[in-house]
């Protein structure tokens, strides 16, 4: 049953974050930039990878893998200064 409540939170993560971009697109007239894609990326992959890892339909060794590279890709560039 937890498993149930965290997969549906991890897909309701995923909802607020394409909400909340397009809610900025349209308000506040935004493009979509590289730090954007990048949040997009997050929101989407690590809710997928915390999905699949619950449903055992990929291995821990896989999740590491997943998620280290995730987060090197949301920390690359960010002492650019962008």
Known sequence: MLRLWVEVIAVLIMVAGIVGIFYSIIKHNLSLGIRTIQF?????????????????????EASA?????????????IGKGE
Do not use: K, M, W
């Open 65 to 77: 893998g997943l998620l280290g590279t995730i987060i090197g890709y949301a920390l690359s560039g």
């Open 40 to 60: 997009l990326a997050v929101v989407f992959v690590l809710p997928v990878i915390l999905i699949l890892s619950l449903e055992r339909s990929i291995g821990n």
